[in-house]
């Protein structure tokens, strides 16, 4: 081996799958083509040609790369990907030099690993399918029909540590004092304290309910309190109110293309199982008493490929 490698049965199982086929078809080493257009070949292991390709799909499979994320041949991480699949690529052919798949409990084994490849294809071709920019555009506009928009709001605050000092905070102010200033001399926030009292912008739905309830109406520039909270008397200032925009399309497009894809997919799997035999040969596990049940409408859990489809897809879908 050229370097620590970590195989996982899975990875050689797919290796003995595709050895076995092309030993198979026995193909001719000059006839082989690029898989892909403009791949570049990047070692030959006994006449096998291996595709930057595969060793882009090896460091997707095993999450040493995003799906968009570029993989550059003189990288040392590309190298140590391409010494780990020349290291599969040995280990099978030996597998099939020696005739182990010929094992009963390989063949099981083997026939496993390729459903494994054929469910992770058939999810790429369900995404596919499912995402595309009519279907975002779709499903975008009736997310903004059905949303309900929230408030954005900016606050400064004084924090005292008695209702006697608050009052007396709240005097200076009507007295003509900056609000900064109070809250930089008397607020024991230390969080706010030296910057104005400055809560920065959030939003009026993510506001504590006691602060909200008290800025509840009030116009930018109103002082209001002070008022008790969790933090002690608090006076606040409206910097400023208005409502929050809606997101963007790029900005909402990883939700969307989720939603697309794990519902087609589950749509699939659920129509795919009511149209096979299934039985289930075991009895049903025994409930203990007062343990929660699963509602009938849980969601169902989308196959293993789904997720790295669903990546792909949002590097691949642009408005």
Same mark, same amino acid.
Request: net charge negative; hydrophobic share 45%.
């Given at each position: !081996?050229?370097?620590?490698?970590?195989?996982?049965?899975?990875?050689?199982?797919?290796?003995?799958?595709?050895?076995?086929?092309?030993?198979?078809?026995?193909?001719?080493?000059?006839?082989?083509?690029?898989?892909?257009?403009?791949? @570049?070949?990047?070692?030959?292991?006994?006449?096998?040609?291996?595709?930057?390709?595969? /060793?882009?799909? =090896?460091?997707?499979?095993?999450?040493?790369?995003?799906?968009?994320?570029?993989?550059?041949?003189?990288?040392?991480?590309?190298?140590?990907?391409?010494? =780990? %699949?020349?290291?599969?690529?040995?280990?099978?052919?030996?597998?099939?030099?020696?005739?182990?798949?010929?094992?009963? %409990?390989?063949?099981?084994?083997?026939?496993?690993?390729? *459903?494994?490849?054929?469910?992770?294809? !058939?999810?790429?071709? %369900? /995404?596919?399918?499912?995402?595309?920019?009519?279907? =975002?555009?779709?499903?975008?506009?009736?997310?903004?029909?059905?949303?309900?928009?929230?408030?954005?709001?900016?606050?400064?605050?004084? &924090?005292?540590?008695?209702?006697?000092?608050?009052?007396?905070?709240?005097?200076?102010?009507? #007295?003509?004092?900056?609000?900064?200033?109070?809250? !930089?001399?008397?607020?024991?926030?230390?969080?706010?304290?030296?910057?104005?009292?400055?809560? #920065?912008? @959030?939003?009026?739905?993510?506001?504590?309910?006691?602060?909200?309830?008290?800025?509840?109406?009030?116009?930018?520039?109103?002082? %209001?309190?002070?008022?008790? @909270?969790?933090?002690?008397?608090?006076?606040?200032?409206?910097?400023?109110?208005?409502?929050?925009?809606?997101?963007?399309?790029? *900005?909402?497009?990883?939700?969307?293309?989720?939603?697309?894809?794990?519902?087609?997919?589950?749509?699939?799997?659920?129509?795919?199982?009511?149209?096979?035999?299934?039985?289930?040969?075991?009895?049903?596990?025994?409930?203990?008493?007062?343990?929660?049940?699963?509602?009938?409408?849980?969601?169902?859990?989308?196959?293993?490929?789904?997720?790295?489809? &669903?990546?792909?897809?949002?590097? @691949?879908?642009?408005?």
């Amino acid at each position: !081996m050229t370097r620590n490698t970590s195989l996982t049965w899975r990875k050689l199982a797919l290796a003995l799958v595709a050895a076995s086929a092309l030993a198979a078809c026995n193909p001719a080493p000059s006839a082989q083509h690029p898989p892909e257009p403009g791949d @570049t070949a990047v070692a030959r292991v006994s006449g096998q040609v291996v595709w930057a390709s595969d /060793v882009k799909r =090896e460091a997707l499979a095993e999450g040493l790369v995003g799906p968009g994320d570029p993989l550059d041949v003189s990288s040392d991480l590309f190298r140590q990907v391409l010494d =780990e %699949v020349i290291d599969t690529k040995v280990l099978a052919a030996e597998a099939l030099a020696r005739h182990l798949d010929r094992d009963p %409990v390989a063949q099981r084994r083997l026939a496993s690993a390729r *459903e494994r490849a054929l469910e992770d294809i !058939m999810v790429d071709s %369900v /995404v596919g399918q499912a995402v595309n920019q009519k279907a =975002e555009n779709a499903l975008y506009q009736d997310f903004l029909k059905h949303r309900t928009p929230s408030e954005t709001i900016h606050l400064r605050q004084i &924090v005292l540590g008695n209702e006697a000092d608050a009052d007396a905070a709240r005097k200076a102010l009507a #007295g003509g004092a900056a609000f900064e200033a109070v809250a !930089m001399q008397s607020s024991i926030d230390a969080a706010t304290r030296f910057k104005g009292g400055d809560l #920065g912008q @959030t939003t009026t739905d993510s506001l504590p309910q006691d602060i909200a309830a008290a800025v509840a109406g009030a116009k930018a520039g109103q002082v %209001v309190g002070p008022v008790r @909270t969790a933090s002690g008397w608090t006076i606040l200032r409206v910097e400023e109110r208005g409502p929050e925009p809606a997101p963007t399309l790029d *900005e909402v497009r990883p939700q969307l293309i989720r939603f697309l894809a794990y519902d087609k997919i589950k749509d699939l799997v659920l129509t795919l199982r009511s149209k096979s035999k299934i039985e289930t040969l075991i009895p049903p596990p025994h409930s203990a008493p007062g343990a929660p049940t699963e509602p009938a409408s849980a969601p169902l859990v989308p196959p293993p490929g789904a997720n790295a489809a &669903v990546n792909a897809a949002s590097n @691949t879908v642009t408005e």
